[in-house]
């Protein structure tokens, strides 16, 4: 039968069947699908507003959700200002213009800033040199901006008065005041360390001193004498920066620093709550599996334990969320920790086994725990303080597909608002009347509805034409089950060649990146590196991801067997990943290959050497093979302490297993990347050496962790990132070419 099956299936597919997929067509925008683009949600309205470009400059327009009109609002017009990003006022009566964007690292970017005044339509820069600011951010009441420049000092500008004033005075190359050095942007997804209080008075902000944390060179050998870029990078067991919290008091002129807890190792966030001067910081130990919430007393300028949440393996930081002043407690991108109005906070936590949503007083003691079962929340969405429901998205029915919840604050009433199969998000209008609702699977891309706050279609805003891809014979991904020897399940994609014949046998490409809480497998558009993977599809090699133990979605227990040593079980289920694919008849278990990026880079090295009696091949893009090289706040979460676990550490070490390695081997890295170093792929390469064993190995010159541009290393000499991008996938293409045997290329 099933046989028979995927005959019919990719029988159907190949009566469409073209040429085939060309690398242009991977990354020219071919299968490009659609999308409503940037909109921003007009205050306490069903409306939102959205921009487009014409022919006098910028136009914006509003949409109204309930009467299905659009109007336009304004324009600001070439002659004014022209190539910028923009951002509003918490008013809504200016925007931020942003040009001459130079990126930092990862989130962060330095630029040129101006405000617009949308009714007079004037223009005025951010202080009289607006050039090279970051983390520029209006205060609640629209009428001043903060931010931060090269010195690493915060400054004010008066927008009223047109007049700037210098707020702190000892930034340097070491000490960072309101903004967030590498390793919290990286690995806290932050940058941005201050805090404007709701009634625009105060600025809390995370002061960090980096001077006892070592540099890194990262080398720009374009130039006739190599350049020298140097970065505050804290490797595992090393120092990390100090951090520490002062408030800005800009009514009084008053500056003072916060007695910090002895908790405060790291300090990811800090939140102050709506409608009040109370401000609340978070902290983390060092091996972040004690998490601290504190509430700041004005008095005694101390901090009162409010909150605690601690394991015996890590806990993932919260992300905060607090509204603007006059919007609702809605969010776009979801939040995992909220202070109410009323001071109750609402949180996300696992101590029950799986992340589940928490409700507590403004003094910490439980009320409720709002959601439970052996599913996970991912997010909570919006909170309805009139109707007592939370909004949020979970993995309640599958954790292969991701859905949108409402459920009452005391625990009842638990619905499921969205029906289709497949992955949805969900952006809720500020009234919470409506939310727009983004929705794919893995034979439907994506498509915008709008929906009621019952889950109920309104109307289509946008959709994807599925017939463009159809004309390219594509085979999509299929979610099947494999089991390991003790009988886990594990949650699998294959995709079969574009004109399938189970009569014969295809080889593999195996693909993944199985690091601790992540997930690859899920019935969404693009789930296992979709649009590059049908090019080898159509190239007549199977494709195959899994969840391995130690990934997310599946609850604490389940994910924690990646802790103190993240190779164990990826080594061991990739093996058996192997064995399952070997006993497919269809399937040349002689030629198995696999290929990874970062963790998924690690994941090859380490099949390459311990599973190499089942991997023929693999490429392994920028990958951390030595966790000691790697950075304190991502290794030592999921590692713990070097002086704790030395053989968890070592275990885990691509150079510990070198002696094993045999197969064909292709590693590549950019020299400038500053996440994962190309030190890893060094070293890698003296081992290989020492032990007598062959790889093969590419460099790309100014090239960051995605062989994109890295402009902060070389203006003059850019690496080009499309080109790098064809040039890699070619490369991919040809290496698999020339070691998985094929005659179909």
């Given amino acids: 039968m099933r046989y028979k099956y995927l005959t019919i299936i990719l029988m159907f597919s190949a009566l469409f069947a073209q040429d085939k997929i060309s690398l242009d067509n991977v990354l020219d925008g071919t299968f490009r699908t659609e999308s409503i683009g940037r909109y921003d949600w007009k205050n306490s309205s069903d409306s939102y507003y959205f921009s487009e470009r014409g022919d006098e400059g910028l136009e914006f327009y509003e949409y109204n959700l309930a009467s299905n009109d659009t109007l336009k609002a304004f324009t600001v017009k070439k002659n004014i200002i022209s190539n910028f990003s923009y951002s509003f006022s918490p008013d809504q009566t200016k925007l931020l213009l942003k040009k001459n964007s130079v990126k930092l690292w990862r989130h962060s970017s ?194 009162d334990l409010i909150l605690n949440d601690s394991n015996d393996s890590w806990i ?80 309640k029915e599958t954790e292969t597909e991701n859905h949108i919840y409402s459920v009452r604050l005391n625990g009842s009433r638990l619905k499921r608002i ?39 279609n309104v109307r289509l805003l946008r959709d994807t034409d599925k017939s463009k891809f159809d004309e390219f014979g594509l085979t999509y991904p299929q979610l099947i089950n494999i089991f390991t020897e003790d009988g886990t399940r594990l949650n699998a994609l294959i995709t079969y060649p574009h004109n399938f014949d189970p009569m014969n046998q295809y080889p593999v490409i195996l693909y993944n990146y199985g690091g601790p809480g992540s997930q690859l497998v899920s019935n969404r558009w693009g789930a296992g590196n979709h649009i590059l993977h049908q090019y080898f599809a159509s190239r007549d090699y199977i494709i195959f991801s899994f969840d391995n133990r130690g990934t997310g979605g599946r609850g604490k227990a389940f994910k924690d067997l990646a802790y103190g040593d993240y190779g164990k079980y990826l080594v061991k289920d990739h093996i058996e990943a192997a064995k399952y694919l070997q006993g497919l008849t269809y399937v040349d278990g002689d030629n198995i290959g696999i290929w990874g990026w970062s963790g998924g880079g690690y994941l090859t090295n380490m099949c390459m050497t311990l599973a190499s009696d089942y991997f023929k091949a693999g490429i392994s893009i920028a990958p951390n093979v030595e966790p000691l090289l790697y950075d304190t706040i991502w290794t030592e979460r999921y590692m713990g302490l070097v002086e704790e676990n030395p ?57 960051n962790h995605n062989m994109s541009n890295n402009n902060f290393l070389s203006e003059d000499y850019p690496a080009d990132g499309w080109k790098n991008r064809y040039h890699l996938y070619k490369k991919m293409a040809d290496f698999f070419m020339e070691h998985l045997v094929t005659d179909n290329f």
């Avoid at 949308?118 to 983390?135: F, G, H, K, M, Q």
């Avoid at 600025?203 to 350049?227: G, N, S």
């Avoid at 408030?247 to 807890?261: H, V």
């Avoid at 209008?429 to 706050?453: H, V």
């Fill in 647 to 703: 053989e968890g550490y070592k275990n885990a070490s691509v150079l510990t297993h070198v002696d094993k390695a045999k197969g064909h081997l292709l590693q590549i890295h950019g020299n400038a990347d500053d996440n994962v170093h190309h030190q890893h792929s060094i070293k890698l390469a003296k081992v290989y050496a020492e032990q007598g064993k062959d790889m093969e190995m590419f460099i790309y010159s100014n090239a």
């Fill in 418 to 456: 969205t029906k289709e199969k497949g992955s949805h998000s969900s952006s809720f209008s500020p009234t919470l009347n409506y939310f727009i609702n983004n929705y794919s699977s893995l034979t439907i891309p994506p498509k915008t509805f709008l929906k009621d706050q019952n889950g109920k």
């Fill in 110 to 303: 330095y630029g040129s800033y101006y405000v617009y005044d949308i009714s007079s339509e004037s223009l005025t820069p951010v202080t009289a040199d607006p050039d090279s600011l970051r983390n520029v951010k209006f205060s609640p009441d629209s009428n001043k901006l903060a931010f931060v420049r090269n010195d690493n000092n915060l400054y004010l500008f008066d927008l009223i008065n047109e007049v700037e004033e210098q707020l702190t005075y000892d930034g340097s190359e070491d000490i960072l005041n309101g903004h967030f050095g590498w390793v919290y942007e990286e690995e806290f997804g932050t940058y941005d360390s201050y805090k404007w209080s709701p009634n625009s008075e105060y600025i809390a902000f995370v002061r960090e001193d980096q001077t006892y944390v070592k540099e890194y060179a990262l080398v720009d050998y374009e130039a006739q004498y190599p350049v020298v870029k140097y970065i505050r990078y804290p490797k595992t067991g090393e120092d990390n920066p100090l951090v520490s919290i002062s408030i800005l008091d800009l009514k009084n002129k008053e500056y003072r620093s916060i007695n910090l807890p002895d908790t405060a190792y790291y300090i990811p966030d800090i939140i102050w709550q709506t409608n009040s001067s109370n401000l609340y910081f978070a902290t983390l130990n060092r091996k972040q599996n004690d998490w601290n919430l504190y509430k700041y007393d004005f008095d005694t300028n101390g901090a």
């Fill in 316 to 395: 993932d930081k919260k992300s905060f969320f607090t509204p603007p002043n006059n919007a609702t407690w809605a969010s776009r991108g979801g939040f995992s920790f909220a202070i109410m109005e009323n001071g109750e906070l609402i949180w996300i936590s696992e101590k029950d086994g799986y992340k589940h949503i928490y409700r507590n007083r403004s003094d910490g003691r439980p009320i409720n725990q709002i959601t439970r079962g052996e599913w996970e929340v991912n997010s909570i969405n919006a909170i309805d303080t009139a109707n007592d429901i939370i909004y949020f998205s979970a993995k």
